[in-house]
C-alpha cells in the first residue's frame, strides 16, 4: 500500500468539523441586550445553505478547506447542489427565518461565554458595595439575561432538530425520484445502458431504513417542540442504529463502483448528453446534471448524522430529560461512521488482493522491475530460514485453525462438483439410449409387456425433468460455490506474502512510511480474515448440507415419479393377481433362482477365461520346445502369460508366449516366488505367478493355404526374374477364403499383425529365403508383411465370384 489509510475515511472532514470549535472574534454586548425572534416574511437562504456560509467563513478564517468525498470540482458541485436540495421546500417559514438569521449568532456565544462570566462575577462582587435596590435591580437583570439565554437556546434545538427531521424527508423524497423515476427512465433507452443496475446497489435498503426512521417519529404522534420528541427521536435512532449501520456500508462500499460506471457514460459524449437530458426531464423541479447528484446523497447524509446530532445535544439544557440519551445518540452517530469507515477500508483491500489475474508469460516478464526481484527475494529467504529452522515463524493459531478448514471445505467441493459432472454424463449417456427402437428377444412364458412405453417416459419426461432440476438445484450452485473460493484463496495467500515481510520488520524500533503501510496492510489482511473467513466457512458448509439434502430429495421425487409411472402398468404383470405375501414370496424365490443361474453362468465364464489359451507355436518356438523338451521333458515346459522385465541380479526379460523349461521351483534363498527357468541357452530366474503349464494343441493347425511348388521353385526369390523360368503364380483355390486362425502380434517392420478372423490374401506362401514356414500376406487396409503359415486357416465358402480376400 503506497497511501495512508487515513486518505480512504469517508466521516473525517465531517468530523473534523464537529470536533472543532466554531469561534469567530465578536465585540462584547451591552449588558441589557436582549433578543428579539422576527418573523420575516421570508429568507434568502435554506437552512442548510445558511450552517454552510457560516462553516465556510469560518473555515476561511481558520485556514482549513472543508471536507470532500471526491476530489473533482464537478462532484463538489453536484455534492453542494444536492446539499442545497435537502434544505425545506418551504423558505417563507418563520421558524426557518429565525434560525437563519440567528444561525451566526449560534457560532458567536462561545466566545463570549468566558466574557460574560467574567462580567458577572465583577458584577457580583460590586452588589454588596451597592444600595438594596441596586443590587435587586442587578439579580433582576441577570435573570432576565438568564431567561432569554435559555430562549435562546431552546430555539436553536428545536430549529435543529426541525432541520434534521425536514432535511431527512427531502432526502428520503429525493432518493426515491432517483431509484424510481430517473432509474425507469434510464431503462428505456436503446442500446441498453451497460450496467446501469450496479450504480443503485443496496440503495434499497438505504431507502428502507431512512423510511423506517421517519415512520417511527410519525407514529408516536410528537411535535419537534415537544418535549418528549427529542426522547422519540434518540429512541428510534438507537433502535435502527445497526440497520442503519448495514445499509450504509455496503453502499458506501459500492459507491467507487458509482463513480466508474458514470465516468465509463462521460466517455461517450453523445451517450452522456442524453443521460443528462433524461434526467432533466425525470425531475424537472431539481436542478440535476448527472446521477452521482442523487447517489451522493447517502454518502453525505450518514456522515451529517453526527454533526445534527451533536448540535442539537449543544443546545440542549443538561438538565433535560433527554440530555443522556441524546449524548448516547450523538457517541453511537459517531461510532456507527467510524466502522463504516474501517468496512470501507477492509473492502477495499480485500477488492485489491482477492483478483485473480490471468497474466501470459510476456505481462510477468514486464512486470519484474529491481525493486519486486529485490521483494521476492527476501519473501523467499525468510521462507527458507523458517523451513530450515533459522528463523521462528510467526504463529497465529487461529488462523491457522481457519486455514485448515477453508482447505479442507475446498477440496470437498471440488470433490462433490467432479462427482455430479460425472454423474450427469452417465445420465446424459443413458439417455441416449433408444431402446423403445428395438424389439427385445427374450425367453419366458410371455413377452415383454409395455417396455417401449415405459422406456419412453423414463426417456423423454421422467429423467430429463430429473436432470434439469440436478442442473438448476445442485450444479449451477456448486459452480458458484467454487468459483467464490478464488477470493478468500488469494487472500490467504497475500498473506502469507505480507506476513513474510511483515516479520522482516516487526523487531524494528522505528520504521519508515513503507514499513508502516506494509505493518497496515499484513494487520488489516489478518484481522479481515480473522472476521470473514469463519463466516466464509460456515456458509458454505450451510450450502454444501443443503445441496446434499436437495440431492436426497431429488432422488426421492424421481423413485416417486417412476412408482407413479408403473403402478399404471402393474396390472398386466404376472402374478398381478397374488395377494402382496404370496407375491413377495414368489419373488423372492424367483430372484433367488435366477441369481443362482447368474452365479453359475459367471463361473463358467470366469473358468473359461482363466483357461490358457493354447496357441500353436511360432516355427522358432517350435525349434525351442523340441529342444527343452528333449533336454527336460515335457512335464517341464511352461509359457509365460505376460511380458517379464528383469529387475535384479540373474532375472531374464522375456516376451509373453515364450516357453520356457523349468529347472527349479525356488531360488538360491528358497524363495518359491521366483523359479530357475531355461530360456533355451539362457538361465535366470522368472515370476512364478507368470508362468503356467503350457499344453500342446490336440490338433495340428490346418495346412498353411499355399501352392504346391513345383521342383527347384525354393530357389526363387521374391521380385527375381529369370527369362527361362515361368513366373509363379500364387492363386487361391476357388470358393475357399484364408483368415487368420489365432492372433498375432509383429515383432517388425518385416511382419504384420492379425487378429482371428481377419480375412487375408496370401501373395507369396514363403519368404524371401524360400522357408514355406513364413507366407507373404495382405491384410485388411492394404498392410502386407509375413505371418507363421500355420497361424492362417482355409475356410470354404458358398460359390460366388473371386474377390480379393
Not at 476561511?60 to 476530489?71: N, Q
Not at 447517502?298 to 440542549?316: D, E, F, N, S
Not at 504463529?395 to 455430479?420: H, M, P, R, T
Request: charged fraction near 25%; include cysteine.
Amino acid at each position: 500500500m503506497t497511501h495512508s489509510w487515513d486518505s480512504l475515511s469517508l466521516v473525517k472532514p465531517y468530523n473534523y468539523m464537529i470536533s472543532s470549535n466554531m469561534e469567530v472574534p465578536r465585540r462584547p454586548q451591552p449588558a441589557s441586550f436582549k433578543l428579539s425572534l422576527p418573523k420575516p416574511a421570508s429568507s434568502g437562504l435554506p437552512p442548510l445553505a445558511a450552517v454552510e456560509k457560516v462553516s465556510e467563513g469560518k473555515d476561511r478564517m481558520e485556514g482549513t478547506p472543508r471536507g470532500r468525498m471526491d476530489g473533482t470540482a464537478e462532484e463538489d458541485k453536484d455534492q453542494k447542489a444536492a446539499e442545497r436540495a435537502l434544505g425545506p421546500e418551504d423558505e417563507s417559514e418563520s421558524d426557518i427565518s429565525v434560525f437563519v438569521e440567528s444561525a451566526a449568532e449560534e457560532l458567536l456565544d462561545e466566545t463570549a461565554s468566558p466574557v460574560e462570566a467574567d462580567s458577572k462575577q465583577s458584577r457580583r462582587s460590586d452588589e454588596a458595595e451597592k444600595s438594596p435596590e441596586e443590587a435587586e435591580e442587578a439579580r433582576k437583570r441577570s435573570k432576565e439575561e438568564e431567561a432569554a439565554a435559555k430562549e435562546r437556546a431552546a430555539q436553536r434545538q428545536l430549529l435543529a432538530v426541525e432541520e434534521l427531521v425536514q432535511t431527512e424527508r427531502n432526502y428520503l423524497r429525493l432518493l426515491q425520484v432517483s431509484t424510481v423515476t430517473i432509474r425507469s427512465s434510464l431503462h428505456k433507452m436503446q442500446p441498453p445502458l451497460a450496467n446501469l443496475d450496479s450504480m443503485f446497489l443496496h440503495i434499497e435498503d438505504v431507502i428502507a431504513v431512512s423510511g423506517r426512521l421517519l415512520s417511527l417519529l410519525d407514529q408516536k404522534q410528537v411535535q419537534p417542540g415537544d418535549p418528549l420528541f427529542l426522547e422519540t427521536l434518540c429512541d428510534a435512532f438507537l433502535s435502527l442504529s445497526s440497520d442503519i449501520e448495514a445499509a450504509y456500508r455496503e453502499y458506501l462500499a459500492n459507491y467507487n463502483n458509482v463513480t466508474s460506471v458514470e465516468n465509463s457514460y462521460k466517455q461517450k459524449e453523445a451517450l452522456w448528453s442524453e443521460i443528462v437530458k433524461v434526467i432533466k426531464n425525470s425531475a424537472p423541479e431539481v436542478n440535476a446534471t448527472s446521477l452521482s447528484f442523487f447517489l451522493v446523497m447517502p454518502v453525505q447524509r450518514i456522515a451529517r448524522y453526527p454533526l445534527l446530532l451533536q448540535t442539537i445535544q449543544k443546545h440542549t439544557d443538561p438538565a433535560h430529560p433527554a440530555y443522556g440519551l441524546l449524548e448516547q445518540t450523538a457517541h453511537t452517530a459517531v461510532a456507527l461512521n467510524c466502522r463504516i469507515n474501517e468496512y470501507k477500508r477492509f473492502r477495499e483491500v480485500a477488492d485489491k488482493y482477492k483478483k485473480t489475474e490471468t497474466l501470459t508469460i510476456k505481462d510477468k516478464i514486464n512486470r519484474l522491475n529491481s525493486r519486486s526481484i529485490a521483494k521476492k527475494t527476501a519473501r523467499l529467504s525468510q521462507h527458507i530460514k523458517h523451513e530450515t529452522g533459522i528463523a521462528a515463524k510467526l504463529v497465529d493459531e487461529e488462523f491457522d485453525a481457519l486455514e485448515g478448514f477453508f482447505y479442507v471445505l475446498e477440496n470437498g467441493i471440488l470433490q462433490l462438483l467432479e462427482n455430479v459432472e460425472t454423474y450427469l454424463d452417465h445420465l446424459q449417456r443413458f439417455l441416449a439410449c433408444k431402446t423403445e427402437e428395438f424389439d427385445l428377444d427374450m425367453d419366458g412364458e410371455k413377452p415383454a409387456i409395455c417396455y417401449k412405453e415405459i422406456t419412453t417416459a423414463l426417456r423423454q419426461w421422467i429423467l430429463p425433468t430429473f436432470e434439469k432440476r440436478m442442473r438448476t438445484l445442485i450444479h449451477k450452485p456448486l459452480c458458484a460455490l467454487r468459483d467464490l473460493l478464488d477470493g478468500p484463496r488469494n487472500l490467504i495467500r497475500k498473506r502469507l506474502d505480507k506476513l513474510l515481510d511483515y516479520e522482516m520488520i516487526e523487531a524494528r524500533s522505528t520504521l519508515s512510511y513503507e514499513e508502516q503501510a506494509v505493518a497496515n496492510t499484513y494487520r488489516t489482511i489478518n484481522t479481515l480474515l480473522l472476521n470473514e473467513l469463519p463466516q466464509f466457512n460456515g456458509l458454505a458448509l450451510q450450502m454444501i448440507w443443503s445441496m446434499l439434502g436437495t440431492f436426497s430429495c431429488l432422488h426421492k421425487d424421481l423413485a416417486s415419479d417412476m412408482e407413479q409411472l408403473f403402478q399404471s402398468f402393474a396390472q398386466q404383470l404376472p402374478h398381478s393377481s397374488l395377494d402382496p405375501g404370496a407375491f413377495w414370496e414368489w419373488a423372492e424365490h424367483t430372484v433367488l433362482e435366477e441369481a443362482k443361474k447368474l452365479e453359475t453362468l459367471c463361473q463358467d465364464v470366469q473358468e473359461t477365461l482363466n483357461a490358457p489359451a493354447v496357441q500353436p507355436p511360432s516355427p522358432s518356438s517350435q525349434r525351442r520346445l523340441k529342444q527343452l523338451t528333449e533336454k527336460h521333458g515335457s512335464g517341464r515346459i511352461y509359457q509365460l502369460t505376460g511380458a517379464v522385465a528383469g529387475g535384479r541380479d540373474l532375472d531374464l526379460s522375456l516376451a509373453r508366449g515364450e516357453l520356457v523349461a523349468v529347472i527349479s521351483e525356488a531360488d538360491s534363498r528358497g524363495d518359491r516366488r521366483r523359479w530357475l527357468v531355461d530360456a533355451g541357452g539362457r538361465r535366470g530366474y522368472a515370476p512364478a505367478s507368470k508362468l503356467i503349464r503350457y499344453h500342446q494343441p490336440a490338433e495340428d493347425p490346418p495346412p498353411s493355404p499355399h501352392l504346391a511348388l513345383p521342383e527347384g521353385g525354393a530357389a526363387l526369390r521374391r521380385n527375381s526374374y529369370t527369362p527361362e523360368s515361368q513366373p509363379l503364380t500364387a492363386v487361391s483355390p476357388a470358393y475357399f477364403q484364408v483368415f487368420a486362425g489365432y492372433d498375432f502380434s509383429a515383432r517388425g517392420n518385416h511382419e504384420v499383425s492379425l487378429r482371428a478372423g481377419d480375412p487375408v490374401r496370401v501373395l507369396e506362401p514363403h519368404d524371401k529365403r524360400g522357408n514355406p514356414e513364413w507366407s507373404l500376406v495382405e491384410a485388411r487396409g492394404g498392410q502386407r508383411g509375413y505371418v507363421p503359415s500355420n497361424y492362417l486357416a482355409i475356410v470354404p465358402m458358398t460359390p460366388m465370384p473371386p474377390s480379393g480376400y
